[in-house]
């Protein structure tokens, strides 16, 4: 079956340091990438996703690319604030018998240090 | 508005009793999921509603029911809570032609004694 995999439990940097969270995933079918964000005391919100093979998402200074070679789909962020802390959740998405039907990774649990 | 609400944020049962988890969304969205998530694990499907029509993930298939009278409510009900069920509980919703998008609530976090 689909699998989202996220490596890093949780990931701690200063501000203006380089954010690189990595994920890799697992399907037979062609699927739409996600990366949600979750603030704490807040559902996961949608920060990006892409529907195309070597296609880049882009929202709000971050960026993630659908690389299907590598089967990954890592998120970037050239100068992470404080208040980008929160957890990311990586997700594929993929249309099957008439439904979307998704599969999430565990989460990155960011803590941004000013 | 473009919020999911879910009552009650937080939920504390006794094992045996059952347990009603309540949400709503009015963006009209034509699905509405469930899914169960515990701590550093992946948030993981139970169940969802397109439309009128109930679709149970496989491994969750007894253990939990839903209900949706109409199209902004939904419910989770499970029927003999067990010490396992204990977890965050998050519902979402989507429109089927938006390409993957799903709106979340901020969950009702259950716990069983």
């Known amino acids: 079956g689909d699998s989202v995999t996220q490596k890093q439990g949780q990931v701690t940097l200063s501000e203006d340091d380089f954010l690189f969270i990595n994920c890799t995933y697992s399907?037979?079918?062609?699927?739409?990438l996600l990366w949600y964000v979750q603030y704490l005391g807040q559902g996961p919100q949608l920060l990006l996703k892409?529907?195309?093979?070597?296609n880049k998402g882009i929202s709000r200074g971050f960026e993630a690319t659908y690389d299907k070679g590598t089967t990954s789909f890592h998120l970037q962020k050239a100068s992470v604030q404080e208040s980008d802390s929160a957890v990311y959740f990586c997700?594929?998405?993929?249309?099957?018998?008439?439904?979307?039907?998704?599969?999430f990774g565990a989460g990155t649990r960011l803590k941004v240090i000013a | 508005d473009t919020t999911v609400k879910q009552n009650p944020r937080y939920k504390l049962a006794r094992v045996g009793k059952p347990v009603n988890l309540i949400c709503s969304q009015t963006m009209n969205h034509d699905t509405m999921y469930w899914y169960q998530k515990k701590p550093n694990q992946a948030p993981k499907l139970l169940l969802f509603y397109y439309d009128k029509i109930l679709n149970r993930e496989a491994d969750t298939f007894e253990k939990f029911q839903s209900s949706r009278p109409n199209n902004s409510f939904c419910s989770l009900y499970i029927g003999s809570a067990g010490l396992e069920y204990s977890a965050m509980y998050l519902c979402?919703?989507?429109?089927?032609?938006?390409?993957?998008?799903?709106?979340f609530g901020p969950g009702t976090r259950l716990t069983v004694l």
């Open positions: 399907t037979t079918t062609y699927p739409t």
């Open positions: 997700a594929l998405a993929h249309f099957n018998t008439g439904n979307y039907k998704y599969v």
């Open positions: 979402a919703s989507s429109r089927r032609d938006w390409g993957g998008e799903q709106y």
């Open positions: 892409v529907t195309t093979a070597n």
